[in-house]
């Protein structure tokens, strides 16, 4: 089938690229230049220096001749005459911080598609097109659609709901495996084509196609995501506190206890000094936003908001409450700038914050290391006398009075060994316990511990 794709970001290209893969051919339209001319380029560290996702840079040199991205709207035109659908993949970001989605992106994408379909009006429209929503968005946003291609008078299509569910980090590999499709259409003409396109996940053992309406879809999208931000909530806030105030209680034991009942599951039990990213708390404030606005009582979202939020700053805390540190003048090393592994995206990084105290407290340096997620971080927070981008951990370690690790890289685990081998005996703030097996040898080498989940490790010399 021919697809249209508006907007290339984590969704729009990892979306065309399993398209592509599937063997339907995609024309991916973004306005942003430098995204389509390095997802378009051919050269896989160019694409993964853009974009992160393990296996995108290879479907989408694999599939270079289905797959095209471009900027020019003219292209757009011309593909709307053989196109069977049009999937929207545009940022519904937070209106600051009011939960409400900001939909100005979804309806710039949509206004500018409804005038080009109207073209089609003139009696070029003989190909009926399902315009489909990939983008997270308010539960009556299918009607609204429909609302605005009818208020342009475009004829001939059908609105549709299709939730993303991608996991960063796993996108690809995700995609390609889905636990589940969710098509929201209110007809069987609109059910019928998403079938056709989505044909390898119908009707297979490891995938559950799901059809419901469209207003099910996102309210079932949104829904999903605050389950799993309160899971995360819950680990943090009272299963971590749990493990931090109790001598001899093990934060893995825990996990092990809890999570062996099959009715609640393992997914999320780790711990960490705060749940990022660009969906679990923006779906969580916007289901919020929309019960608040039809009457209802919304405290249990807005504590699971807090929860997440005060994680940070007791993390942080505790440096002074436990192991006594003064910030002022001290050499901050910060490993990890991604919200999580396996992906360049910080949107919500808990590094953010993290400069933002430490440029509070008055430290004398911050030097930052991420392994894949630098450049994107320092679009944000640039270089300066007292903000140092490094190539490496161990450069970033070297002489710090304080390590902080907030994202779980799994190369972070060998900073036990480059620290072990110097004679400073920095404070260890290990947010993501990742440096679990070399707590009891750095203790010994006379460095004190901060770990989430654990109550303070003081040396041991
Ligand atoms: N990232 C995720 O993990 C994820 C998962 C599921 C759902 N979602 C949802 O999917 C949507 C997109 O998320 P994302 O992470 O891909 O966003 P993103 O910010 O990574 O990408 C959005 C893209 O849209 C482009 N764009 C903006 N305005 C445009 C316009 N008028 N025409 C064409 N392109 C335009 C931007 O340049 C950008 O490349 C959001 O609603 C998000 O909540 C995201």
Not at 32 to 47: L, M, Y
Not at 282 to 304: C, F, I, M, N
């Amino acid at each position: 089938m021919n697809v249209l794709y508006i907007g290339a970001g984590f969704v729009g290209v990892c979306s065309a690229a399993v398209a592509a893969d599937g063997g339907h051919t995609a024309l991916v339209f973004d306005i942003d230049e430098k995204k389509v001319h390095a997802f378009g380029s051919g050269d896989k560290n160019t694409i993964d220096s853009c974009l992160y996702e393990k296996g995108l840079s290879d479907l989408l040199t694999t599939h270079a001749d289905r797959i095209r991205f471009t900027t020019a709207y003219k292209e757009v035109d011309a593909f709307l005459d053989t196109c069977d659908l049009i999937f929207i993949c545009l940022p519904t970001p937070e209106v600051a911080e009011t939960g409400e989605s900001n939909l100005s992106y979804y309806y710039a994408g949509l206004e500018k598609i409804a005038a080009s379909l109207m073209l089609r009006n003139d009696g070029r429209q003989t190909q009926y097109i399902a315009i489909v929503n990939k983008s997270t968005v308010p539960i009556n946003m299918a009607d609204e659609t429909q609302r605005v291609l009818e208020s342009h008078g475009v004829r001939n299509v059908g609105v549709v709901s299709n939730p993303e569910f991608l996991v960063e980090g796993k996108a690809i590999e995700g995609s390609l495996h889905p636990d589940r499709i969710v098509i929201g259409a209110w007809t069987e003409k609109d059910f019928s084509v998403l079938r056709r396109f989505y044909e390898r996940f119908v009707d297979v053992p490891d995938t559950q196609y799901i059809e419901v309406n469209p207003k099910e879809a996102a309210a079932g999208k949104l829904l999903a995501n605050y389950y799993l931000f309160a899971k995360l909530a819950v680990c943090f806030d009272v299963i971590g506190r749990t493990a931090e105030s109790f001598a001899d209680v093990q934060f893995e034991s825990l996990k092990k206890i809890v999570s062996s009942d099959a009715r609640i599951g393992s997914w999320g039990f780790h711990d960490s000094l705060y749940a990022g990213g660009s969906c679990l708390i923006k779906d969580t404030r916007s289901l919020a936003y929309q019960l608040h606005e039809v009457g209802q009582d919304v405290s249990l979202l807005q504590e699971t908001y807090d929860a997440n939020n005060r994680q940070l700053d007791l993390f942080l805390a505790r440096a002074t409450t436990e192991a006594g540190v003064v910030w002022k003048e001290k050499k901050i090393a910060l490993l990890g700038t991604a919200f999580k592994r396996d992906t360049n995206d910080v949107r919500n990084s808990p590094s953010f914050h993290i400069v933002e105290v430490c440029q509070e407290q008055q430290v004398s340096q911050i030097v930052i290391y991420d392994p894949s997620a630098m450049s994107t971080f320092q679009q944000h927070v640039p270089s300066s006398e007292l903000i140092q981008y490094v190539d490496s951990a161990e450069m970033a370690v070297n002489q710090a009075d304080i390590i902080i690790i907030a994202t779980d890289w799994p190369s972070f685990k060998n900073v036990s060994t480059i620290v072990l081998q110097q004679e400073k005996k920095p404070l260890i703030m290990d947010g993501r316990r990742l440096l679990q097996e070399g707590y009891s040898a750095l203790r010994q080498h006379g460095c004190d511990i901060i770990a989430v989940g654990s109550p303070f490790l003081p040396k041991q010399v």
